[in-house]
């Protein structure tokens, strides 16, 4: 297939980066114990605690008010909410970096763009962490605490397109979250979900194999 795509744009967690699948995983990682019989959340305790992510996402709220906020509904203290948060993140993907020292050897610009908080975000940065993955090795790095909005709101979309300068079906992204996906697609972006149960990379490498991207 030939292509027009200048831009390859990749969300972190559970595509080039393995994070926890949800909380609960978390605490089981950082020896929080929760109640045996803790029932999954209803509609409205679900929402509440989606608007904490997006306020600690966004940079609107720090950790401590967001473990305060999400503790009592999630039947542990403020203190092992942030412990559960601090082992959240887990370790590149294997082949992660290498495709994209490729696919800026080709000549493609890269990005990444994902909904994170400033505290996963600087443990990613950190040569340190488990979870570190040189960011800066992509043309340009959007976060959603950064530009002040989540995925799949309009906005961080359109804010990727002004500053890169690309939009359309100049832009290939790889996100694990179909309502992002679907985000992308009206915009005009090329689009394509991350499966979890498997490989994310290969996934990955297939799909730019379709749109001649790639031809390993």
């Known amino acids: 297939m030939a292509s027009d795509v200048q831009l390859v744009i990749f969300d972190l967690g559970r595509v080039l980066i393995r994070i926890c699948n949800n909380y609960r995983e978390a605490c089981k990682l950082a020896g929080v114990c929760l109640p045996d019989d803790l029932a999954p959340f209803d509609a409205e305790t679900a929402a509440r605690d989606h ?10 709220i720090d950790l401590d008010e967001f473990a305060h906020r999400v ?11 942030i412990r559960a948060y601090d082992v959240f993140l887990l ?13 800026n050897r080709d000549g493609l610009k890269t990005a990444c763009l994902s909904n994170t908080s400033g505290g996963h975000w600087r443990q990613m940065c950190d040569p340190s962490h488990r979870s570190f993955f040189p960011i800066d090795r992509m043309t340009w790095q959007f976060a959603s605490h950064l530009v002040g909005a989540c995925k799949p709101s309009d906005a961080i979309y359109q804010h990727v397109e002004r500053a890169s300068g690309f939009s359309g079906q100049q832009i290939l992204f790889f996100d694990d979250l179909e309502e992002n996906v679907n985000a992308a697609t009206r915009r ?8 979890l149960d498997s490989d994310p990379i290969a996934q990955a490498r297939a799909h730019l194999r379709e749109y001649g991207i790639l031809h390993d």
């Open 71 to 81: 503790a009592p509904h999630r039947h542990i203290t403020p203190r092992e909410v």
């Open 188 to 195: 005009g972006w090329r689009a394509h979900q991350i499966r």
């Open 91 to 103: 370790e590149p993907y294997a082949g992660a970096l290498e495709l994209i020292d490729q696919l």
């Open 51 to 60: 608007q904490a992510i997006v306020l600690l996402d966004t940079g609107q």
